[in-house]
């Protein structure tokens, strides 16, 4: 079935908005219309031309009258409006709020002219462990669930959490993070490397948006218990709240030399591909997409076991899961894995053959489907 489809999500740097990024680019591949519907051009939008992938910029009219511009009003009449002149199909919604309860409101407004399209939403995590389960926002939250015609979620777990924190009469199908492995994979880096660590040091690497729930705190601590240890280098990708928190500690530390805050990079997987090992010691993780692109570049992962990281990193294999805060255990899981090559280079083996499994090519066709299978419901 050929599809025109609107992806609705958060353009910045966060799992949500970088996965439904990919999505799109890859459903383009395919032969589909995508029509990204958002207030910025998507952050790995920027980064190839692709022919048949269409940006609408959401505009938010700011007057003084207003204490907080209404995005959601603005976002609801853009979905109409694309949805109309570029006579979609289906709209698929990254976050409950604010995008599928704007979806709901749009599709109140269409109905009135005769027109209206199918809505599926995806649960990313935010939107439910953290934000969602917030009484302001859980009625909302709820109610725009209930009326997606398909609701998915990325993990398991995530799945789980929501049907126990919310009052969902939907099934929530499961369809995982995926990786474009064409795209992140290793590639010969060695001049990087050299700069990085002069004296063949191990590389450590973490990647996020320094949100509290990352626990970038302690990546800096888990880090100053290996270096003791086994001489290495720390490289802090992404850029957020508790970035200067993190730079202080390790400056406090006395190891700020030996650490690296590079900030908000593209080129992810070049970074990666010097890497020995991935620290990802969050409180929470729905899925770990930032795990899974390591893992595709041959990289192992210290993680947490909190939320769906147990779905990705397998205990002993690809890497090693700790409880949420026990650095100690962190620490030493990481020395275990660096502290010899050929026990090193095993892990990084299965790492790569985790990450094939979730390779763009399984989980595209479930979203195909399950596109296909809304329509067909919702026309016949
Ligand atoms: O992790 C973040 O801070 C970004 C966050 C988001 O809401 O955009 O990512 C979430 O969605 C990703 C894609 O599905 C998942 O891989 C991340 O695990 C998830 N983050 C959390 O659950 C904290």
Redesign the pocket.
């Known amino acids: 079935m050929n599809m025109k489809i609107g992806i609705v999500c958060?353009p910045t740097f966060?799992?949500?908005?970088v996965?439904a990024t990919e999505l799109g680019m890859a459903l383009s591949d395919k032969g589909y219309e995508v029509h990204f519907i958002t207030y910025e051009q998507p952050v790995r939008l920027t980064q190839s031309f692709h022919p048949n992938i269409y940006f609408h910029e959401v505009k938010v009219p700011t007057y003084p009258l207003f204490d907080f511009p209404p995005y959601e009003t603005a976002l609801a009449s853009a979905m109409v409006n694309v949805i109309l002149n570029q006579n979609l199909d289906i709209l698929h919604l990254h976050y409950a709020i604010p995008h599928a309860s704007a979806a709901y409101f749009a599709r109140q407004i269409l109905k009135k002219s005769g027109r209206d399209i199918p809505f599926i939403t995806t649960l990313?995590?935010?939107?439910i462990?953290l934000v969602g389960r917030d009484t302001t926002y859980a009625p909302v939250v709820t109610f725009s669930i209930n009326e997606s015609d398909a609701i998915t979620a990325?993990s398991d777990n995530l799945r789980e959490e929501t049907l126990r924190f919310f009052n969902i009469e939907k099934e929530i199908t499961v369809i995982p993070?995926f990786v474009d492995i064409k795209r992140f994979h290793q590639t010969d880096k060695d001049h990087f490397k050299q700069m990085l660590a002069p004296d063949n040091e191990r590389i450590l690497v973490h990647v996020?948006?320094f949100?509290a729930?990352?626990r970038v705190k302690d990546v800096i601590r888990i880090f100053e218990k290996i270096k003791k240890e086994i001489p290495s280098k720390l490289l802090m990708i992404g850029d957020g709240p508790d970035r200067q928190n993190a730079e202080d500690l390790a400056r406090e530390m006395g190891i700020y030399n030996d650490v690296r805050f590079l900030g908000k990079q593209e080129q992810i997987s070049e970074i990666l591909s010097i890497a020995d090992l991935f620290i990802l010691p969050?409180q929470?993780?729905?899925?770990?997409?930032s795990a899974l692109e390591a893992m595709a570049c041959n990289v192992p992962l210290i993680s947490t076991n909190a939320?769906?990281l147990p779905e990705i990193n397998i205990e002993g294999k690809t890497g090693f899961l700790s409880d949420v805060g026990d650095i100690e255990s962190m620490a030493k899981n990481a020395i275990y894995i660096l502290s010899d090559d050929e026990r090193l280079a095993k892990f990084k083996t299965a790492a790569i053959a985790q990450a094939r499994r979730f390779e763009k090519q399984h989980i595209i066709p479930q979203y195909e489907k399950l596109y296909s299978d809304v329509i067909k419901a919702y026309r016949s």
């Open positions: 958060y966060g799992g949500s908005g996965l990313h995590g935010t939107d462990t990325v993070n996020s948006n949100r729930v990352k969050s929470t993780e729905s899925f770990g997409l939320g769906g």
